[in-house]
């Protein structure tokens, strides 16, 4: 990486910092937090749905399928092409239901706490998961365009591989954000 690659790297990141405490600013009660007070406009539930169907990823998958199994190979990705049109109604759907999360309803709906409790135990877990495997494959992309001052990619700090420094460092910073704006914050970053 080069000088000005830094330089829009670190405006990235103090832009995020800025939404951040903008967001936390904002939040007043629970329901702030986890429904960003039930205030989001069209425009960020367009991004946010955008965001949550799409990756940065699909290109690629997408010309790589096309190239080795010729044009059906797109569908590798296109499929979610069915699924957007839920997206829009589940927006619509989960902001009006007046529950914090999935669990509550459950709970209310089924009148079963287990279920809710059920729901909540798969939520933590999936997402332990599925945060392990990005953080470790922006630690893995990261890693090998961090260079010293020689330009040559640093390897390790210390005792330990950059891999290693990176996963949990990527980890708190994704943690404090969430903590710090809750869903607003996600929705403004899916916009920007």
């Given at each position: 990486m080069t000088f000005p690659d830094y330089i829009v790297l670190g405006c990235y990141f103090v832009l995020l910092v800025v939404i951040g405490v903008y967001c936390m600013r904002r939040i007043k009660h629970q329901e702030d937090f986890f429904m960003g007070g039930r205030g989001f406009g069209k425009l960020l539930q367009t991004f946010a749905a955008f965001g949550a169907g799409?990756?940065?990823n699909d290109p690629i998958q997408t010309?790589?399928?096309?190239y080795t199994g010729g044009v059906s190979g797109m569908w590798s990705v296109m499929y979610w092409l069915f699924v957007t049109p839920f997206y829009w109604i589940t927006g619509v759907w989960y902001r009006r239901m007046r529950h914090m999360t999935l669990g509550d309803w459950y709970v209310e709906?089924?009148?079963s706490k287990p279920l809710g409790a059920a729901y909540s135990i798969f939520g933590v877990t999936f997402f332990m998961i599925y945060g392990s495997m990005f953080f470790t494959a922006i630690a893995k992309t990261?890693?090998?365009m961090i260079t010293g001052g020689d330009g040559v990619?640093?390897?390790?700090i210390g005792p330990f591989?950059?891999?290693q420094v990176l996963i949990p460092v990527i980890g708190v910073i994704v943690v404090l954000y969430g903590i710090a704006g809750g869903l607003t914050a996600a929705y403004f970053t899916d916009l920007i």
């Open positions: 799409t990756g940065s010309a790589r399928n096309s709906r089924y009148e990261a890693a090998p990619p640093i390897e390790t591989e950059l891999n």
